[in-house]
T-cell receptor, first 115, second 111 residues
Framework: EPEVTQTPSHQVTQMGQEVILRCVPI?????FYWYRQILGQKVEFLVS????????KSEIFDDQFSVERPDGSNFTLKIRSTKLEDSAMYFC?????????????FGPGTRLTVT | RKEVEQDPGPFNVPEGATVAFNCTYS??????FFWYRQDCRKEPKLLMS???SGNEDGRFTAQLNRASQYISLLIRDSKLSDSATYLC????????????FGTGTRLKVLA
């Protein structure tokens, strides 16, 4: 069964450093997403991406965040200057086209710890 | 009113019981509705989409009530493996691909 993969599973970084989180969506999917979940809190939408551009983003997704699809398979989230409050689990998701275009499938997540 | 609201639970039920969760949403223009389950420290897994006509998948039944702006999930014949947090997800208009998650309802199925 096709699945979304994410690397690394855990990233530790110092405050102020840049991090790149990587995702490989399901191969025939067209829509890609990033979410975050701070420990003990709800899943929060960050951004959706389609046709090589941002489709929608939340208030959380400010100038320190960026997304990219550098090749035909990877989808990345960059955080330019990490803050302590960026510590969270980051989930990538993808959804396909057609009638089930809205059903999202999530990767296992990257746990980001900012020290 | 919160955008998506769920009773956090926990709902503690014996094996074999039927349990129902509700989720209310604030924006009447929302068009896409889903139930996900999330196990501790794991990713959300799609349980089912929720259609206007309602839908059923095995022991799980989802309903949408647009007039009252809520969706429901019914689990029949609960199994120990159903223990998880159930997340309600709704799109946020005017966005189609922008989603709001509820805080989740925790279910514990007891032997």
């Amino acid at each position: 069964e096709p699945e979304v993969t994410q690397t690394p599973s855990h990233q530790v970084t110092q405050m102020g450093q840049e991090v790149i989180l990587r995702c490989v969506p399901i191969s025939n999917h067209l829509y890609f997403y990033w979410y975050r979940q701070i420990l003990g809190q709800k899943v929060e939408f960050l951004v959706s991406f389609y046709n090589n551009e941002i489709s929608e983003k939340s208030e959380i997704f400010d100038d320190q965040f960026s997304v990219e699809r550098p090749d035909g398979s990877n989808f990345t989230l960059k955080i330019r200057s990490t803050k302590l409050e960026d510590s969270a689990m980051y989930f990538c998701a993808s959804s396909g086209g057609g009638g089930s275009s809205y059903e999202q499938y999530f990767g296992p997540g990257t746990r980001l710890t900012v020290t | 009113r919160k955008e998506v609201e769920q009773d956090p639970g926990p709902f503690n039920v014996p094996e074999g019981a039927t349990v129902a969760f509700n989720c209310t949403y604030s924006n009447s223009a929302s068009q896409s509705f889903f139930w996900y389950r999330q196990d501790c420290r794991k990713e959300p897994k799609l349980l089912m989409s929720v259609y206007s006509s309602g839908n059923e998948d095995g022991r799980f039944t989802a309903q949408l009530n647009r007039a009252s702006q809520y969706i429901s999930l019914l689990i029949r014949d609960s199994k120990l493996s159903d223990s998880a947090t159930y997340l309600c997800v709704v799109n946020k208009p005017p966005g189609t691909y922008k989603y709001i998650f509820g805080t989740g309802t925790r279910l514990k199925v007891l032997a």
